[in-house]
């Protein structure tokens, strides 16, 4: 497709249950990202991918959270276990990544609800 | 890398310019400024960046001071779909490995008015 995409749009979960959210890049981007926004709140920074390879972790924010990327395309974030301070919009974005360093294109982003 | 300053939010007359400042006074020599700006209910989106020379687009344009520790985005005639959280970001070029420093602060909630 022409734009990042994203997919579930919406998930609803119970507590404790695992949830796999999917991000399918621009063609030929590189640097691949994830991001949580809670209700209300900025953008917080979980991972960035360059290739399959993800040289920056720390922003995951427990072991129940984990990412992966094959192909150097789709990338699926994982929560384990899922809480209800899990709920919250994940956004990825894809860019061409260094040392072009050109602009991010965002998805529309996966809302989860944990019930 | 380098931090980002900016107002917690402004407000602006609809048709009247839009000036968002965003300081950086700690920003290094391969360092861009970057402006993204996120509409109630979408994902972000990219604005325009530059090193420090001025830059214009079809969207706004970027002052960068020429000691380059701050920014002003200027949107000439702002209308009311501009309403929405801008965020200027520090990003330093050709990394490589490590992170490439896409990281949101608190942005300016700017409120066009009619």
């Known amino acids: 497709g022409a734009g990042v995409s994203q997919s579930p749009s919406n998930k609803v979960t119970e507590k404790g249950k695992d949830v796999e959210l999917r991000c399918d890049p621009i063609s030929g981007h590189t640097a691949l990202y994830w991001y949580r926004q809670s209700l209300g709140q900025g953008l917080e920074f979980l991972i960035y991918f360059q290739g399959n390879s993800a040289p920056d972790k720390s922003g995951l924010p427990s072991d129940r959270f984990s990412a992966e990327r094959t192909g150097g395309s789709v990338s699926t974030l994982t929560i384990q276990r899922t809480q209800q301070e899990d709920s919250a919009v994940y956004l990825c974005a894809s860019s061409l990544g260094p040392p072009k360093n050109t602009e991010a294109f965002f998805g529309q982003g996966t809302r989860l609800t944990v019930v | 890398d380098a931090k980002t300053t900016q107002p917690t939010s402004m407000d602006c007359a609809e048709g009247r310019a839009a000036n968002l400042p965003c300081n950086h006074s700690?920003?290094?020599?391969?360092?861009?400024v970057y402006w993204y700006r996120q509409i109630h209910s979408q994902g972000p989106q990219y604005i325009i960046h530059g090193l420090k020379n001025n830059e214009t687009n079809e969207m706004a344009s970027l002052i960068i001071t020429e000691d380059r520790k701050s920014s002003t985005l200027i949107l000439p005639h702002a209308t009311l779909r501009d309403t929405a959280v801008y965020y200027c970001i520090v990003i330093s070029l050709g990394r490589g490995v490590g992170n490439w420093g896409l990281i949101f602060g608190q942005g300016t909630e700017l409120s066009v008015k009619p």
């Open positions: 700690t920003i290094s020599g391969n360092e861009y």
